[in-house]
């Protein structure tokens, strides 16, 4: 019989958490993850040409959708989902019958703490979505709820009971999340900074969401995750994940649930160029000065109870406030019904868990 202290912990929420990961290239980045991802369930979205072949280390339980499963699975639905951009990822929510989400970038590898281990990004993030918020009243040492922290003097004990977790927001080292001006005039700046920290956004405060190293309530807030229309045929990109942060977190902030960021760390390998950045971001960098007013001024009824009636509204009002910025958004206001419209589709009230499916089977 096995000694008890040599038996692993069984992983946690291992069937409760799918790992989405967006991607036009074999996914050999997995080999580093191995110890830590391969116990869970990959939904992988390829982008661009569907006929290309993705090749997925051995040993991994995983989907793979691409472009012709999107169109098949959706049908006229599958406008809503962008192409060529890394927006097509939030299908995988859509799809995934799972509580919880995990999703990465395929240029985000294990980083190391300050004492030289690797950083297991997906255990810190889902002990940040098991552990409550506390957006209401600041902390300020942080996570109150972390071992060898507490609420401090002076806060109220009527708030520290805290709120549900819906995301857990993660940072990187090396290679910083620097929109392209930033990037050009700081071409070779790295981020060496390790804040051993986890905190609760304010409530009423937004903040730039990035994609590449995030965990979520797909139960709480899943059908808020909507990555918008980037890309081909689109005047944007690279604001897929913006756009789907100011969306949650005025949601989050109407229901009363939580937003974390700071830890978990991944290593963010290598960074994108400037140049093409730019082409992609151009646009938006002058639309977020007024996308900011918007979101901080938004307002959603009671009657939004849930969070698709929640995303309809902020649909509704995208089109009368931000239609009259540029005919874009007009079209993303009603891609936004059409996502609420795909989801409440493949995710009815109630439905039970899909059969697991083989490793690289399609539905």
Request: include cysteine; hydrophobic fraction near 40%.
């Amino acid at each position: 019989m096995a000694d008890p202290a040599t038996i692993s912990p069984a992983p946690l929420l291992k069937d409760e958490l799918d790992i989405v990961i967006p991607t036009i290239r074999n996914l050999d980045f997995l080999e580093m993850w191995r110890p830590f991802f391969q116990p869970y369930h990959l939904i992988i979205v390829q982008d661009g040409d569907p006929s290309k072949i993705i090749k997925v280390p051995q040993g991994f339980d995983y989907e793979l959708y691409n472009r012709n499963d999107i169109n098949r699975i959706l049908g006229p639905k599958a406008s809503c989902i962008s192409f060529k951009d890394s927006a097509c990822r939030c299908f995988g929510y859509m799809v995934s019958k799972k509580k919880y989400i995990y999703t990465i970038d395929d240029d985000c590898f294990v980083a190391k703490d300050p004492s030289g281990n690797d950083i297991n990004a997906l255990e810190q993030h889902i002990k940040n979505l098991l552990c409550p918020s506390t957006p209401f009243f600041f902390n300020t040492l942080y996570d109150p709820y972390r071992a060898g922290a507490d609420f401090v003097r002076g806060y109220p004990f009527s708030l520290r009971e805290g709120v549900p977790t819906a995301v857990s927001h993660g940072l990187w080292l090396n290679i910083p999340d620097y929109d392209a001006p930033t990037q050009l005039v700081k071409p070779l700046e790295r981020n060496t900074r390790y804040v051993d920290a986890v905190m609760s956004i304010p409530k009423g405060t937004l903040f730039p969401m990035c994609g590449m190293n995030l965990a979520f309530n797909r139960e709480l807030i899943g059908p808020a995750m909507y990555f918008g229309l980037m890309g081909d045929g689109q005047p944007i990109g690279r604001y897929d994940d913006m756009w789907a942060g100011w969306c949650t977190k005025v949601i989050c902030d109407h229901l009363g649930w939580g937003v974390k960021t700071g830890l978990p760390y991944i290593w963010h390998s290598k960074a994108s160029n400037p140049f093409v950045n730019l082409k992609k971001e151009y646009k938006g960098i002058y639309w977020q000065e007024e996308l900011i007013p918007f979101f901080q001024s938004v307002t959603l009824p009671k009657d939004c109870t849930s969070v698709q009636k929640c995303y309809i509204e902020l649909a509704k009002q995208v089109k009368e406030k931000l239609g009259k910025v540029d005919d874009y958004f007009l079209k993303l206001a009603d891609a936004m019904v059409t996502w609420i419209e795909a989801w409440d589709e493949l995710n009815p009230s109630g439905a039970s868990k899909s059969a697991a499916l083989p490793n690289g089977a399609s539905k």
